[in-house]
T-cell receptor, first 117, second 114 residues
């Protein structure tokens, strides 16, 4: 149980275009989902907390207009990288906690490797 | 914000031997949760073990166990009978009882030597 599906696994896009990454909780509801960015051999950097039915909460230094987050349902959150540039190339990981378990761990998607050319 | 420190960037262990990965954290809270996650080369984050701070008994999951020292704010992971498949990055994580956010350490890269 507690599976998080992230799609696509990898994507290559041209500079200036937008890319959408989907994160789905397959067998549980998740009021809150989290988006992380990970550089090679480094830890996970929290970008934003996605809240179902309301605006996402962004971490300091993360551009809201560049990284658009939508959490339209209890099982789906999307991250759109707008006007992508090569420096946006990275590994993006989504995660979710299972409602309403107070001690639920984070369940992670498989990640998306974004390459901007 | 809470900080989680993993002081060992890299560790190695001989196959079938035991290795301990260190983790310390800084918090003023009394109720919280601690986790160890494994990230193999596939980069899928996998939960290894979790510990509730109110429990004095150390958590154990098969070959994985923790040494939780609440007063010292220490949460180490012991891997017994190490296997080649244990090779991965290991991240320690903290979450407060009331909060949503998880705080991750910088990770320890574990190599298992055949």
């Amino acid at each position: 149980g507690a599976v998080v599906s992230q799609h696509p696994s990898w994507v290559i896009c041209k500079s200036g275009t937008s890319v959408k990454i989907e994160c789905r909780s397959l067998d549980f509801q998740a009021t809150t989902m989290f988006w992380y960015r990970q550089f090679p051999k480094q830890s996970l950097m929290l970008m934003a907390t996605s809240n179902e039915g309301s605006k996402a909460t962004y971490e300091q230094g993360v551009e809201k207009d560049k990284f658009l987050i939508n959490h339209a349902s209890l099982t789906l959150s999307t991250l759109t990288v707008t006007s992508a540039h090569p420096e946006d190339s990275s590994f993006y990981i989504c995660s979710a906690r299972q409602d309403p378990l107070y001690n639920s761990p984070l369940h992670f998607g498989n990640g998306t490797r974004l390459t901007v050319t | 914000a809470q900080t989680v420190t993993q002081s060992q960037p890299e560790m190695s262990v001989q196959e079938a031997e035991t290795v301990t990965l260190s983790c310390t954290y800084d918090t003023s809270e009394s109720d919280y949760y601690l986790f160890w996650y494994k990230q193999p080369p596939s980069r899928q984050m996998i939960l290894v073990i979790r510990q509730e701070a109110y429990k004095q008994q150390n958590a154990t999951e098969n070959r994985f166990s923790v040494n939780f020292q609440k007063a010292a704010k220490s949460f180490s992971l012991k891997i017994s009978d190490s296997q080649l498949g244990d090779a991965a990055m290991y991240f320690c994580a903290y979450r407060s009882e009331s909060g949503n956010q998880f705080y991750f350490g910088t990770g320890t890269s574990l190599t298992v030597i055949p």
